[in-house]
């Protein structure tokens, strides 16, 4: 099991300026899998409800997403409704956290010694909890959101104290750290002990700083959103994946997951759900991460 | 002459979080040539009054701009006065045009067969005016604003549709194309003929759209910003200067033009008026454009 990847299996209802959803796949664990799945095997932890669609599930399998890890219980799966009247930024309509509300995430066996995990954002106990459970690992990642920063700072801050690699948004980390430059802001991340912060910046791109280097990242050109749901994931789940393929990551490893979480949140981000990501050719998505590579260098 | 800078020379007064200072040296023809000054010579065409600091000329003289295109009228030297309460977007207090009001730009006959000149923000009939005695030339730019993109549309539309290379900032792009997607607009900026179109974007750097290649480049990570006055005159100054130093450009030079451009953008703003950029040692320029370089490839 060398990526493991927890976090929300949800069912989306989502409104932007080119239409509309209702119970659509999503959670930051189902799209940062299938963005992974691309580069590396991922292992799924997270929930559902009995009323899951088992085309979700199907999607998982085909996917190669071992799903051991992954919960059916009686009731209903985590919903959620947002609108964005911007695509930077999501208005939530509704939260219904129906069978997420008990989840208490616990890995198989065989999960406990992976190489590589991914915490999506979920509620920071979790993430601690999870990790809790962990024996041994070479790269332990975190995703959160401006919910977590104002409302768990300080269970936040105990995750993030344990990882070597934390993904914030610009907002996010500025929130988080309270200094409005990012490369200050990064750095006190780095003072946590934490190895790499890479830090989003939606449509510009991202840049990852660590003590010895930074990486920066121009966004993937994309013409025409559809809907910016799981772009955050897809991009830490294409990230992970990229590294957990190679054996010991180095600079120009951190440059590729860059590259290939960019290409991987483009694509996610050109239609509803999962829909731009799934289902895709390696071909196609490695003929944007070459493109992305020639206009960047 | 082969790189010839037309645009202003003003006196600034200027408030920001980090001080103010009062009639400091500035204009966009003045911040562009001290700039490109360090990779190719630059000839200025402008005017001042005669109450124009000789320090000022000096400046000028010690980075070896030719100023025989300068003309010193009797009156007072354009002024301007701005504050910024953020940093992308000052607010202009006041403007007294001066000996600028009658300014009508006149090329010295060795200026007009120029290998490269670069329109800096001026009214686009003068910047037409000055295009209309060049004879020959490789490569004519030019710098606009939001002040013209909305009061002389159909002037500027004139200028551009002659330019090789546009320098507009992203507001300014989609201001003037009416198109809310910097790709999109920058098609239409090539439409007009236009061979190269840089899109300035900040904090986040800029991207350089032509019909064959794009080329993105991050900003320079600054962490004190103190005056950002000047910021675009001297990243079109450093690009072309750049430029004016290479027999034949093609993509690679245009993605060093970029690099040389934000890096001297950078360190124009890392102080008030020219200090930034003013006396440095083409080491410490080329030393940051390095580390640039390997932050982005």
């Given at each position: 099991?060398?990526?493991?990847?927890?976090?929300?299996?949800?069912?989306?209802?989502?409104?932007?300026?080119?239409?509309?959803?209702?119970?659509?796949?999503?959670?930051?664990?189902?799209?940062?899998?299938?963005?992974?799945?691309?580069?590396?095997?991922?292992?799924?932890?997270?929930?559902?409800?009995?009323?899951?669609?088992?085309?979700?599930?199907?999607?998982?399998?085909?996917?190669g997403v071992n799903i051991d890890g992954l919960e059916t219980v009686?009731?209903?799966?985590?919903?959620?409704?947002?609108?964005?009247?911007?695509?930077?930024?999501?208005?939530?309509?509704?939260?219904?956290?129906?069978?997420?509300?008990?989840?208490?995430?616990?890995?198989?066996?065989?999960?406990?010694?992976?190489?590589?995990?991914?915490?999506?954002?979920?509620?920071?106990?979790?993430?601690?909890?999870?990790?809790?459970?962990?024996?041994?690992?070479?790269?332990?990642?975190?995703?959160?959101?401006?919910?977590?920063?104002?409302?768990?700072?300080?269970?936040?801050?105990?995750?993030?104290?344990?990882?070597?690699?934390?993904?914030?948004?610009?907002?996010?980390?500025?929130?988080?750290?309270?200094?409005?430059n990012i490369f200050k802001a990064g750095k006190d991340i780095l003072?946590?002990?934490?190895?790499?912060?890479?830090?989003?910046?939606?449509?510009?791109?991202?840049?990852?700083?660590?003590?010895?280097?930074?990486?920066?990242?121009?966004?993937?050109?994309?013409?025409?959103?559809?809907?910016?749901?799981?772009?955050?994931d897809c991009f830490a789940g294409g990230f992970m994946g990229y590294?957990?393929?190679?054996?010991?990551?180095?600079?120009?490893?951190?440059?590729?997951?860059?590259?290939?979480?960019?290409?991987?949140?483009?694509?996610?981000?050109?239609?509803?759900?999962?829909?731009?990501?799934?289902?895709?050719?390696?071909?196609?998505?490695?003929?944007?991460?070459?493109?992305?590579?020639?206009?960047?260098?």
């Amino acid at each position: 099991m060398s990526l493991v990847i927890v976090g929300s299996l949800a069912l989306d209802s989502i409104s932007t300026k080119a239409g509309s959803v209702k119970d659509a796949l999503g959670g930051s664990a189902f799209y940062a899998s299938i963005a992974a799945s691309y580069f590396h095997q991922a292992s799924i932890v997270g929930v559902v409800g009995d009323d899951y669609p088992p085309a979700g599930i199907e999607l998982l399998r085909k996917h190669g997403v071992n799903i051991d890890g992954l919960e059916t219980v009686c009731g209903k799966t985590f919903r959620w409704s947002g609108k964005y009247e911007d695509w930077n930024q999501a208005d939530t309509l509704n939260t219904e956290l129906n069978v997420f509300a008990d989840f208490n995430p616990t890995l198989p066996p065989a999960y406990r010694n992976c190489r590589n995990l991914l915490l999506g954002n979920i509620h920071p106990s979790l993430q601690l909890q999870v990790l809790e459970q962990v024996e041994s690992y070479e790269c332990v990642a975190c995703d959160t959101m401006n919910y977590w920063i104002t409302g768990e700072h300080e269970a936040l801050s105990k995750v993030i104290g344990k990882m070597d690699v934390v993904f914030m948004n610009e907002e996010e980390v500025c929130q988080y750290t309270g200094c409005d430059n990012i490369f200050k802001a990064g750095k006190d991340i780095l003072d946590m002990g934490v190895k790499l912060i890479v830090i989003k910046r939606g449509e510009y791109g991202s840049v990852c700083i660590s003590d010895d280097y930074m990486v920066f990242m121009a966004a993937y050109p994309i013409e025409d959103v559809v809907d910016p749901t799981g772009a955050g994931d897809c991009f830490a789940g294409g990230f992970m994946g990229y590294l957990a393929s190679r054996p010991k990551p180095d600079k120009q490893d951190i440059r590729n997951a860059a590259l290939t979480g960019t290409v991987t949140a483009a694509l996610n981000v050109s239609d509803f759900s999962v829909n731009g990501i799934a289902n895709l050719d390696k071909q196609t998505i490695d003929a944007k991460i070459k493109q992305l590579k020639e206009w960047t260098s």
